[in-house]
C-alpha cells in the first residue's frame, strides 16, 4: 500500500531563516506531487505541482522554491522565512493528473 | 482562470437534521472530488465523481455532479456529530474551494 510522510511535524522558525520541508511517498512510481498551504481557517493553496524529476511548476509567485530530486521525494524550501509563510503545509501525491490526491499528516509552520 | 466557490462556508445544524452543501465551478470539467478535513488533521477522500449525472454515496452522504450547470452537491441526510469536520470540493484535481466548515450540534 501507499504511504506519504511529511516532516517536521511542527516547526517554529525565526523571521529570516530558511526553511526545509520534506516529504516522501512509498509504495508507487512516478507519482505526481503537490505543495499545498492553509492559513488558518481557511482553504488550500496550491503551491508547487511536479509530474516528474527535476519538472516544477510554480502556482504563485512568493519566497519559496521546490524541488524533486527523487522520483518519490519532493522538497519546500525558502532562503529568507517571512511571517505571512505561517501556515499548515500539506503534500500530497496522485497517480495521474487530473486524479484523487492523497494527503499527508501536514507540518504546521509558525514564523515569529 | 478556474474559480471554485462553495456555499455556504460555514453551517450549523441540528443532529438529525438535512442539509446540502453546493460547489460551483467557473470552467468546464468532469471530474469534482470531495475531501473531509477533521480539525488539526490532513485531508481524505471521500468522492470523486466523474462524469454528467454522477452520483455517489456513502453512509449520510451522497454527492452529485451537473457539469452542465458546473456545479457539485454535497447532501448531508439525518447528521450526526461525527459529520463534524470541514468539507471541500476540488476541480481538475488540484483547485480547491474555500471549504465548508461543519458543525454538528446534539
Known amino acids: 500500500s501507499q504511504t506519504i510522510h511529511q516532516w517536521p511535524a511542527t516547526l517554529v522558525q525565526p523571521v529570516g531563516s530558511p526553511l526545509s520541508l520534506e516529504c516522501t511517498v512509498e509504495g508507487t512510481s512516478n507519482p505526481n506531487l503537490y505543495w499545498y498551504r492553509q492559513a488558518a481557517g481557511r482553504g488550500l493553496q496550491l503551491l508547487f505541482y511536479s509530474v516528474g524529476i527535476g519538472q516544477i511548476s510554480s502556482e504563485v509567485p512568493q519566497n519559496l522554491s521546490a524541488s524533486r530530486p527523487q522520483d518519490r521525494q519532493f522538497i519546500l524550501s525558502s532562503k529568507k522565512l517571512l511571517l505571512s509563510d505561517s501556515g499548515f503545509y500539506l503534500c500530497?501525491?496522485?497517480?495521474?493528473?487530473?486524479?484523487?490526491?492523497?494527503f499527508g499528516p501536514g507540518t504546521r509552520l509558525l514564523v515569529l | 482562470e478556474l474559480k471554485v466557490e462553495q456555499n455556504p462556508l460555514f453551517l450549523s445544524m441540528q443532529e438529525g437534521k438535512n442539509y446540502t452543501i453546493y460547489c460551483n465551478y467557473s470552467?468546464?470539467?468532469?471530474?469534482l472530488y470531495w475531501y473531509r478535513q477533521d480539525p488539526g488533521k490532513s485531508l481524505e477522500s471521500l468522492f470523486v465523481?466523474?462524469?454528467?449525472?454522477a452520483v455517489k454515496q456513502e453512509g449520510r452522504l451522497m454527492a452529485s455532479l451537473d457539469t452542465k450547470a458546473r456545479l457539485s452537491t454535497l447532501h448531508i441526510t439525518a447528521a450526526v456529530h461525527d459529520l463534524s469536520a470541514t468539507y471541500f470540493c476540488?476541480?481538475?484535481?488540484?483547485?480547491f474551494g474555500a471549504g465548508t466548515r461543519l458543525t454538528v450540534k446534539p
Open positions: 465523481l466523474l462524469s454528467n449525472g
Open positions: 476540488a476541480v481538475d484535481s488540484m483547485r
Open positions: 470552467t468546464t470539467s468532469d471530474r
Open positions: 500530497a501525491w496522485s497517480v495521474r493528473d487530473p486524479g484523487t490526491q492523497y
